[in-house]
């Protein structure tokens, strides 16, 4: 158990808990084909590729194609377990394998050609399990086999040579080969280490000291040219280019605390800068710095996702952008981005009293010294470190101490000018650590004195210019301690919680600032931003406004900061950043960057601004940059070394040397913001064509394809007009954090402009595109970045045109067109014939229509309505206007015009001009030569219109209507006596309607008591039934009454006699018991009939509606008609499937029912022979339908079309009325509201449908 001080040794350099180096891991789960990652190298394209136990895997960032062995295609891989892999400089593929020989990929044609063990060819491989590959310079591939013998491959003849070494026993299990600075050819074997000459001469074996054979799996060269060996037991030896022994690094040649992590060495990695990357077989990655002779020890540990994918490794890789690629037997393979070990970790390690106590690190502070103050939660309490060497004191409260820290859960650290150190806890108050001193002084909540702190839990400390500590409570807003004082000054909240202007604008005060023009601002935890005046000792409120773009982000305000040009910046929680503009104090405006800016969270943790006066700030989802200049965020997640769980609010401070420090929910983050690069794409490549979200395969697999290469070394995309889908996929090989790269294209010859997308979509679609050559371009960049500019890559595209846009097709064209101008041509010159034929025969017909106009005695008129000129053909001659008018114009017509007729001649004139009528038409009088009055009749239209649609042109004829007019006016004579005998006739008529509405109101009278006496006459057979009926149980009932009677009397007698028996009463007893059964069951039966009967009479006489079940009703009507219905001979059969409950009228119900049934009765079987009756009775979704049928003789077309006429009857005379069916229709449709559909021919029976809502 710790003390509330637990002091704790200086560590060395490679300190548990202390993390610069991030690996991201990728499995199975990821894609790639088993577990085991081999061996790997990368290609001249950029592609990873990972050879495993089960298949080959190239990798692009994002996905893994995975290539096997497919004893159905020549063409693919020969074995899946690949030991041996070599990037050749064509950017083909050498591929060794354990069973199946050497393998070549073509990366132009997606290929493999095999090359396998015949004994029978010395060319051929020596073996199918091909151990190691090695290219060197010359471009020369060395193959090692199991049965030792080394080989060359011959490129031109694709035969494989024996080398100068032969076959060598020793050579069986070569793991490693290595050609180093001097040419010379390094071989690691189990059963030796050897060397041999570029050309294969000279080879010899080199020994330990010890003069004992090196098992040996990885070999290595430095840039001093030093060799480095790593064996399977025995550690590690370094070698000069000769082969003498330098040193061994193993169990006994290190110190302890700085030995070689893992002795058993599977692969070896030199760098640039001489640092040795080791990967041992049980305890993980190690690099070596061979300079200070010290190793920095990377295990894997399963609580923590950021380390090696295993602690058994087998293969190492440094890729082309300096990415480190780290393989293990079980786990798939690590990679390591360098530039993220610009962010250091401290994490917590479970059981290591030299780490954190807990992985929450709420809040930091950084002393000058470069050590950090750590508030831990989780018990942790506060926790004194040295980010280079880890904990170097941990302070927890111990309630037999009374110096000990007052509670464990530390919410901020702070240092005063006296060089005090000040925790503020939650549930413990203040805490004061002076300098020099380990016992902390405690300021705590006292009910009995209200100058004590204002509650034990505070949120946040800050000191001002004035020496003044302000400490915000979490539910009693602010107190102020000056300096030197030892009482507190309280700002308490609202007790109503309205913004006043005396009091604090919440009760959780979780930042405090102060800036350069001495105003203090608090930032509240929900209640938005105050500025406090202290002049005044007064409050001024700022609230997030959604209508105010001025006001700030939101009312939940995490983190504060002041930079270095006294400007105010403000984080939140949810709302972003909102910076105070420098301008606006007196009535505060704020501006603010959220995610649409590019922030990768709202959730702001802390602020702090480096050496360059950017911002960094830390949030939910990792750690932001800001350029404020740019006004453009970069953010770097967990991929980049950040904390994957994000940052706690105000957990920042500042060590020496400008390294910024953000505590957060997995531990601490350290980095300097000098040191933080960019990691930028390679130029993207495209890496898969689909048509119809199909993958195309290449040509020399399907005739049909449109590619023949790999799209990724130039293939030409060539379409087909009809294949209108086409997608291409793309990737830029950023292998550490591929989620962070945005990417944009544009099909040149299609899209106007480039469009962007993100990893997630990393495909450009198009459909439908016009024949014509097209080229895609591609780029990529890093989120927040520029794009690389002339780093597009291109894709050519060609859409071939259809069968009907080929070049011969536009030639046919061309020559259809000649054919269709000569064709038009000719038409032409026909229709010039046949205009001057036109033209002749419009001269003709103009001849003729003046000779019409003549022979009808019309005028022809033609006015110019804007000059209002008129011209004139076969003038009326008797018409003065023709004679006296000074010209010819509208205006020298008009006087002519009858003074009465002219309102009504200038009204139609203008309702036609101005569009109201169709033409105009008036008939007026005018002037005649001998000064007397001629009615005329003018007609005519507007024939010609402006560009704006007026009138500009109005033809007609003028007709002389005199004769028309005096007829007229004879006409009228005779109407006005023809009237006055309409008049008389019509009193005549009156009178005579009058006795026909009489008679047909007694015949409508009659109408109705025929009804009624049909009502009575049903009501009166229904009485009868039930009479009918009720006698047999009643007469039942009397019989078995009697005999009881006499059976009583004869008991009587006896017992009076003196001669009764057990016997006789018994008998009694027995009669007694039957006779009662028996009446009791009539008289229940003939109770039944009496309230059906009541039932269905109440229904007959009443038209009212009520719910009821349709079937039971018409079931009871069948009872009540049961006497009629027993003397026929005839079977009644009612249907009702399932049951069918609605709202009607019984009543009408029960006439309909009774009328359908006699009117059978009666007309369907005349001669007596049994028949069928049906009715049946349904519901269809809300409508009810009645079916009711017969097989009786049927009706002919005559009386279908009359049934439901009143009195009408085929049996007149026989007792029927003629009005059963007449009531019937009337009650299904207006009672029931529905309809009655009748079908029926002679010999066909008879079937009525009724259908009504219910």
Not at 293 to 321: E, K
Not at 744 to 763: C, K, M, V
Request: glycine share 10%; charged share 25%; net charge negative.
């Amino acid at each position: 158990m710790l003390f509330a001080c637990c002091p704790i040794q200086a560590l060395a350099d490679s300190v548990p808990g202390i993390e610069r180096m991030h690996f991201r891991t990728y499995g199975p789960a990821q894609g790639l084909s088993q577990a085991t990652a081999r061996v790997m190298v990368q290609d001249r394209s950029g592609f990873i590729w990972i050879g495993t136990q089960d298949g080959l895997s190239r990798f692009d960032g994002y996905e893994f194609r995975v290539y096997k062995a497919d004893r159905d295609d020549p063409w693919s891989l020969s074995q899946n377990h690949v030991l041996a892999l070599a990037a050749d400089a064509d950017g083909s593929l050498w591929i060794g394998t354990q069973a199946g020989g050497l393998n070549h990929y073509d990366p132009l044609l997606d290929r493999f050609v095999s090359y396998r063990a015949d004994p029978a060819r010395h060319t051929a491989i020596a073996s199918n399990q091909v151990t190691a590959l090695l290219l060197d310079r010359d471009d020369r591939l060395w193959v090692a086999n199991s049965v030792g013998r080394m080989q060359w491959l011959d490129r031109a003849r694709a035969e494989l040579v024996d080398t100068p070494v032969g076959t060598q026993p020793a050579l069986r299990m070569v793991r490693s080969m290595l050609q180093t600075a001097d040419g010379g050819i390094w071989l690691g074997a189990r059963d030796g280490l050897w060397r041999v000459e570029a050309d294969g001469s000279g080879l010899r074996e080199l020994r330990d000291r010890d003069n004992a054979a090196l098992d040996v799996h990885a070999l290595a060269q430095a840039p001093d040219g030093d060799v480095w060996v790593g064996v399977a037991e025995n550690g590690l030896y370094r070698l000069d280019e000769d082969g003498r022994f330098i040193e061994h690094y193993g169990e006994s040649s290190n110190s302890a605390d700085n030995a070689l992590p893992d002795r058993a060495v599977r692969a070896l990695l030199a760098d640039a800068d001489g640092s040795l990357w080791i990967a041992g077989n049980s305890r993980g990655l190690a690099r070596l710095d061979p300079a200070r002779r010290h190793f920095t020890h990377y295990p894997h540990d399963p609580a923590r996702d950021h380390t090696v994918a295993a602690n058994r490794l087998s293969a190492l890789l440094r890729g082309r952008m300096g990415t480190l690629f780290v393989g293990s037997w079980a786990n798939g393979f690590s990679v390591h981005d360098p530039r993220t070990e610009a962010f250091t970790r401290i994490e917590s390690i479970a059981n290591d009293a030299r780490t954190l106590p807990s992985r929450q690190a709420m809040t930091v502070w950084g002393d000058p010294d470069g050590t950090l103050w750590a508030g831990v939660l989780e018990g942790g309490g506060l926790v004194h470190l040295d980010p280079a060497h880890g904990v170097l004191a941990r302070f927890t409260h111990d309630p037999q101490v009374a110096g000990s820290l007052s509670h464990d859960f530390v919410q901020f650290i702070t240092r005063t000018r006296d060089g005090s150190l000040w925790i503020a806890t939650m549930g413990g108050g203040l805490n004061r650590l002076r300098p020099g001193s380990s016992q902390f002084e405690h300021f705590r909540h006292d009910p009995a004195d209200d100058r004590s702190l204002a509650e034990d839990s505070i949120l946040y400390l800050y000191e001002d210019r004035a020496g003044t500590l302000w400490a915000g409570t979490l539910s009693k807003g602010l107190d102020e301690l000056c300096a030197g004082c030892t009482e507190f000054v309280h700002h308490p909240p609202d007790p109503l919680g309205a913004d006043s202007a005396t009091h604090i604008g919440g009760e959780a005060v979780g930042n405090i600032v102060e800036t350069p023009a001495g105003d203090l601002w608090l930032g509240l935890r929900s209640a938005g931003l105050n500025r406090y005046n202290r002049s005044t000792r007064t409050f001024e409120h700022f609230h997030h406004d959604r209508k105010d773009p001025g006001s700030i982000g939101s009312d939940a305000i995490s983190t504060m900061a002041v930079d270095s040009r006294g400007e105010l910046w403000i984080g939140t929680q949810g709302g972003g950043i909102s910076h105070l503009l420098p301008e606006s104090e007196a009535a505060p405006r704020f501006e603010t960057f959220g995610s649409k800016q590019g922030i990768a969270a709202e959730a702001i943790g802390a602020i702090a601004e480096d050496a360059e006066g950017r911002f960094w700030i830390s949030t939910t989802s990792g750690i932001s940059r800001f350029d404020r200049e740019r006004e453009r965020f970069i953010n770097f997640g967990p991929n980049d070394g950040t904390l994957s769980s994000g940052y706690w609010i105000n957990g920042t401070t500042r060590l020496p040397g400008g390294l910024i420090v953000f505590s957060g929910l997995e531990g601490i983050s350290i980095f300097d913001p000098l040191r933080v690069s960019l990691r930028q794409p390679q130029k993207p490549l495209a890496t898969r064509l689909l048509l119809q979200n199909i993958p195309v395969q290449l040509r020399w697999r399907d005739p049909a394809s449109p590619l023949d290469v790999s799209l990724w070394l130039g293939g030409r995309i060539d379409l087909d007009h009809d294949q209108d889908n086409v997608t291409i996929e793309f990737a830029a090989f950023d292998f550490a954090d591929p989620e962070s790269i945005r990417y944009s294209y544009r099909l040149e010859g299609h899209d106007p402009q480039w469009i962007e997308t993100g990893a997630n979509r990393r495909f450009a679609t198009y459909t439908d595109l016009a024949a014509g050559s097209y080229r895609l371009l591609l780029r990529a960049r890093r989120d927040g970045t520029d794009w690389l500019q002339g780093q597009e890559q291109s894709v050519d595209l060609r859409v071939a045109p259809s069968a009907w846009a080929s070049p011969i097709a536009y030639f046919s064209y061309f020559l259809a067109t000649a054919l269709l101008i000569s064709l038009i041509a000719l038409q032409a010159r026909a229709t010039l014939r046949r205009r001057e034929a036109v033209q002749e025969a419009i001269r003709q017909s103009e001849e003729r229509l003046k000779l019409s106009l003549w022979g009808s005695g019309g005028e022809l008129w033609d006015i110019d309505l804007r000059t209002r000129s008129m011209v004139r053909d076969n003038m009326l001659m008797n018409l003065a206007v023709n004679v006296e008018a000074a010209g010819d114009s509208i205006d020298s017509y008009e006087p002519f015009i009858h003074a009465e007729d002219l309102p009504h001649f200038k009204t139609a004139l203008r309702a036609h001009l101005k569009g109201h009528t169709a033409a105009f038409e008036t008939t007026y009088r005018a002037l005649g030569v001998k000064h007397d009055w001629i009615w005329v009749i003018s007609r005519g239209r507007l024939v010609e219109r402006d560009a704006s649609g007026h009138g500009v042109r109005m033809a007609g004829t003028t007709h002389d209507i005199s004769a028309l007019k005096n007829a007229e006016d004879a006409l009228r004579r005779l109407n006005e006596e023809l009237e006055q005998r309409v008049e008389r006739r019509t009193a005549d008529l009156r009178s005579a309607n009058a006795d026909l509405q009489q008679a047909l109101d007694r015949l409508t009278l009659t109408q109705r008591q025929l009804v009624e006496a049909e009502k009575l006459a049903s009501l009166g057979a229904l009485v009868a039934g039930i009479a009918h009926e009720i006698n047999t149980p009643i007469g039942v009932s009397v019989t078995a009454a009697s005999h009881l009677t006499e059976e009583a009397g004869r008991i009587s007698r006896l017992l009076a006699a003196g001669e009764l028996k057990r016997s006789d009463l018994e008998r009694f007893a027995n009669a007694a018991q039957d006779s009662s059964q028996m009446i009791l069951r009539n008289l229940q039966r003939a109770d039944r009939l009496v309230r059906s009967f009541k039932q269905v009479a109440v229904d007959q006489s009443s038209e009212d509606r009520r719910i009821v079940d349709l079937g039971a009703a018409i079931e009871e009507i069948l009872t009540t008609l049961g006497p009629t219905l027993k003397k026929s001979p005839h079977r009644i059969d009612l249907v009702c499937v399932e049951k069918v409950v609605c709202e009607t009228a019984p009543g009408a119900l029960y006439q309909i029912i009774t009328n359908l049934l006699m009117n059978s009765l009666i007309h369907a079987f005349p001669d007596g022979q049994p028949g069928r009756i049906g009715i049946t009775v349904a519901r269809h979704a809300e409508t009810i339908a009645i079916e009711y049928e017969d097989n009786g003789v049927g009706m002919d077309e005559v009386a279908c079309a009359r049934i439901f006429d009143p009195f009408f009857t085929t049996r007149r005379g026989s007792g029927g009325s003629g009005l059963g069916m007449h009531i019937v229709y009337n009650l299904v449709t207006q009672v029931l509201g529905g309809t009655i559909v009748v079908d029926s021919a002679p010999g066909s029976g008879f079937r009525l449908s009724i259908c009504f809502k219910g």
